[in-house]
């Protein structure tokens, strides 16, 4: 196993919508520091993920 990242969290960004639900973004897609889902552009949007969709609704 190497230490490159490639494909795995370590390239993620994880963004908050106003109503606080997370998303899990390709940091290689986004464009500049994006704190909110709602500053990303529709191109960005695509490159993200609910969270909720793959780990439910309880916090990890």
Known sequence: ???NADGGFGNL???RDK???EY???ADA???NIKAKEELT???KKNCTDVSTFI???RW
């Open 30 to 32: 986004l464009k500049g």
């Open 56 to 58: 439910g609704t309880e």
């Open 13 to 15: 960004v994880w963004v």
């Open 42 to 44: 529709e191109e960005e």
């Open 24 to 26: 899990a973004c390709s």
């Open 1 to 3: 196993m190497t230490g």
């Open 19 to 21: 109503d606080g639900k």
